[in-house]
T-cell receptor
Framework: DTEVTQTPKHLVMGMTNKKSLKCEQH?????MYWYKQKAKKPPELMFV???????INESVPSRFSPECPNSSLLNLHLHALQPEDSALYLC????????????FGPGTRLLVL | GENVEQHPSTLSVQEGDSAVIKCTYS??????FPWYKQELGKGPQLIID?????GEKKDQRIAVTLNKTAKHFSLHITETQPEDSAVYFC????????FGAGTILRVKS
């Protein structure tokens, strides 16, 4: 099973709202990732968790707050977003070694009004 | 910094024809090169990958070639079908994935 699940599939939020995106995998992977993808562009890395600890933060604004409560779950908490944050947010997972295959979820389509 | 150049940006082929997408990478130390297919409204899906200890890998209608000396790798799809229509990304693997800009493949029936 190479499935990564994400909820919700779609999310519309105002600039003052607080919401969370959720990601789950049961492949035993100990590395999990958040990516942001704008239309007609490749995914851009936001955060990497390795063994439930944040290992990479690609200078993402603090209005995005990641959390890894256990080895299967990854959350992205959203607060005070801007319209330019509207995008497809993708979660991925892999074994934590360099050069290991990353498996992506279907994404959450976020619209900030 | 590290980058991957991908060509062409769009590719239209007739059903049954072959499609070729080419990429050039910058990090000579990289040894893992996956290809992802992304259909509309979905996440990227791994379709094939190659490691630097081989020069070619094939899986049914899909093949990938790697030239480490020239730092080139290519995706070949034979006997294309309408369901092959999607965006394809070449990737330089490593601690962080470095994506090419993507190729929009359209297969006309």
């Amino acid at each position: 099973d190479t499935e990564v699940t994400q909820t919700p599939k779609h999310l519309v939020m105002g600039m003052t709202n607080k919401k969370s995106l959720k990601c789950e995998q049961h492949m035993g992977h100990r590395a999990m990732y958040w990516y942001k993808q704008k239309a007609k562009k490749p995914p851009e890395l936001m955060f990497v968790y390795s063994y439930e600890k944040l290992s990479i933060n690609e200078s993402v604004p603090s209005r995005f707050s990641p959390e890894c409560p256990n080895s299967s779950l990854l959350n992205l908490h959203l607060h005070a977003l801007q319209p330019e944050d509207s995008a497809l947010y993708l979660c991925a997972s892999s074994h934590p070694l360099s050069g290991e295959t990353q498996y992506f979820g279907p994404g959450t389509r976020l619209l900030v009004l | 910094g590290e980058n991957v150049e991908q060509h062409p940006s769009t590719l239209s082929v007739q059903e049954g024809d072959s499609a070729v997408i080419k990429c050039t990478y910058s990090d000579s130390a990289s040894n893992y090169f996956p290809w992802y297919k992304q259909e509309l409204g979905k996440g990227p899906q791994l379709i094939i990958d190659i490691r630097s200890n081989v020069g070619e890998k094939k899986d049914q209608r899909i093949a990938v070639t790697l030239n480490k000396t020239a730092k080139h790798f290519s995706l070949h799809i034979t006997e294309t079908q309408p369901e092959d229509s999607a965006v394809y990304f070449c990737v330089q693997g490593g601690n962080k994935l470095v994506f090419g800009a993507g190729t929009i493949l359209r297969v006309k029936s």
